[in-house]
C-alpha cells in the first residue's frame, strides 16, 4: 500500500510520536521512519522497533518528504522557527500539539517546506516511548487545521477520525472538551487534599474525576500558556454553571440540570 | 461460619440489596435471606437465586433479626416510620442510604429494635438486581454511624473496609467526596450540552468526566434534598478554587495547584 510518503521523519519520539509510527507501519506504511529525539529515547524506540533509525534534525529533515512534530508545545515552536532551512521544497510538515493558533502562528516562516496543524485527542496515563501503541489513535479524534489530502488519508488509515477545524476554533472547543475537564479534576483533587478526611469515604466516582488530576505540569505549563483565554472562558462559563446548580439544589429545575449534564454524556458514547 | 444473625430482610432488592444477599451467601451465611420488594424485582431475584423467599414488610420484620433497608433515601424513612411495630425487641435495623443525617433522626422512633446507619460505598452504572454482584462491597468504604460489633463482623467478611463515622460527619465528608464530583460532572456535561461543536473533539478525559453525569436523578432528588448544605458548601469551596485556578493560569504557582490537586487522586489509588 502506498501512503504516498517514502521517508517520514518523528520529531520527539514519545508516547504519541512513537505511537504515529507504529500506528502507520501497521496501516502498511513500507518507507522509512527516522526518529529524532534524546539519545536515551532513541536507544529505546530502536529497541522497541519503533523507529528504523535516528539522525540529527537538520539531516532528517532534509531527508525526510513528512515530518511529524510530537514534541511539546514550545519545542515545536522552537523547531518550527529552525527547520525551513533544511526541508526540501514541498515537504509537509505537521504537528501533534495540544494547541493550534501559537503554533501556527509559529508556522508561518515555513516557505520551503508546506505545513498544516494536527491534533490527536488521544493518550494514555503513560508517557514515553515505552507506551507507544498502533491502536492509540484509534477511533479518537484527530483535528487537522486545514486540507491536506495525502496526511487526512493516512490519519484514516491509522484509525482515526477526521475533524477539520481552524486553529483558533480548535482552541476554543479543546477549551470546552480537554482543558476545562483538566482544570475540574485538578481543583476536585485540590479541595480533596484540604479536606483529606473526604479520602476514607471517597469511593469510584471521585477515583474516576481525579484521574486527569494526576496530569504531569509539565505538559500542561504550555497548554496553558498557549491557550489562557480560551481555558478561563470555559472556566466562566462552568462556575456560572455550578452557580446555576447551588441555586437550583431544593428546585425541582434540578432535574433539568441533570438532564442536560446527560445529554452530552450520552452524546460522547454515542461517538 | 457463624454470622450471629439467622435471618435476614432486604428490604428493597436493587443492586445494593441483591449485592448485600449475595455477598453474605458467597462469605457463609447459612441462615434465610427473605426479600421485601416490588413482585416483579421478587420474582428476577428469587430466579436469580439473591433471595431465598419473599414477604411483605411487615411479616418480613418480624421474622428477621437483621433487617437491611436499601431502598431510596425517602422510602427508607417512611419504613423506619412504620417499621418498629412489628420487629422483635433487639432486632438490629440497618441501611444503605447514601445520607445519614435525616435518615437517623427518621430512626430515632426505632425503640424496640436497635438501628446503625450504614453505607457502602460501592455501585455500578446498571441498577436493579439484575447487576448484583457478591463482590460489589470488596475493598469499598463502608460507613456505619455507630458500632455494632456483630454486624462489623459482616462487613469485613463481605471484604469492605470499615469507615466509623457520626451521621453529620458522614454527610459533610460524602458532600465532597461524592456529591461535588457528581455536580461537577453534571455542570461539565451541562456545558457541553451548550457547546455540541465541542463534543467532536472530545477525547478520553471528557468521556471519563461525564460518566457521573449519566446518573439517575431519581436517586440524586434524595440525596441533594438531605444533604443540601454540605453539597453547597463543597460547591462553595469548589467554585473558590475553580477562580483561584483562574487568577493563576498565567502563574507560575498553577504548578502548585497541580501538585495540590495530584496528592488527593495519588492518595485516591493507594487506598
Known amino acids: 500500500m502506498s501512503h504516498g510518503f517514502k521517508t517520514v521523519a518523528i520529531v520527539g519520539v514519545g508516547l504519541i510520536g512513537g505511537s504515529f509510527a507504529l500506528a502507520i507501519r501497521k496501516a502498511g506504511f513500507k518507507g522509512r521512519i527516522i526518529g529524532v529525539s534524546s539519545p536515551a529515547t532513541i536507544r529505546k524506540a530502536l529497541e522497541l522497533g519503533v523507529i528504523d533509525d535516528s539522525l540529527p534534525l ?4 532534509s531527508q525526510a518528504d513528512l515530518i511529524y512534530l510530537a514534541q511539546p508545545i514550545q519545542q515545536i ?10 526541508v526540501r521544497p514541498g515537504t509537509l510538515i505537521t ?8 503554533i501556527s502562528k509559529a508556522a508561518s516562516v515555513i516557505k520551503r ?5 494536527g491534533h490527536p ?16 489513535f484509534r477511533d479518537c479524534p484527530y483535528v487537522l487545521t486545514a486540507r491536506e489530502p495525502l496526511f487526512e488519508a ?24 480537554s482543558h476545562l475537564p483538566q482544570m475540574l479534576s485538578t481543583a476536585l483533587g485540590s479541595v480533596l487534599t484540604d479536606n483529606p478526611a473526604a479520602l476514607q469515604v471517597a469511593g469510584p466516582g471521585a477515583v474516576d474525576m481525579t484521574r486527569l488530576a494526576l496530569s504531569s505540569y509539565d505538559i500542561w505549563r504550555d497548554i496553558i500558556a498557549t491557550n489562557r483565554e480560551s481555558i478561563d472562558a470555559a472556566l466562566v462559563a462552568c462556575i456560572e454553571r455550578l ?10 429545575a434540578m432535574e433539568q440540570a441533570f438532564a442536560r449534564g446527560a445529554e452530552a454524556a450520552r452524546a460522547l458514547r454515542k461517538g
Chains 1, 2 share one sequence.
Open 113 to 117: 517546506g508546506r505545513f498544516v496543524g
Open 243 to 252: 452557580q446555576q446548580v447551588r441555586a437550583q439544589l431544593a428546585e425541582p
Open 121 to 136: 485527542m488521544a493518550g494514555k496515563e503513560s508517557r514515553g516511548v515505552e507506551g507507544a501503541d498502533a491502536d492509540l
Open 77 to 86: 515552536i522552537a523547531t518550527l522557527g529552525s527547520i525551513d532551512a533544511h
Open 154 to 177: 493516512m490519519i484514516e488509515r491509522i484509525g482515526a477520525r477526521l475533524v477539520l477545524l481552524s486553529a483558533e476554533e480548535h482552541d476554543r472547543l479543546i477549551a470546552l472538551a
Open 95 to 102: 504537528d501533534a500539539g495540544s494547541t493550534k493558533a501559537a
Open 58 to 61: 537538520a539531516d532528517a529533515a
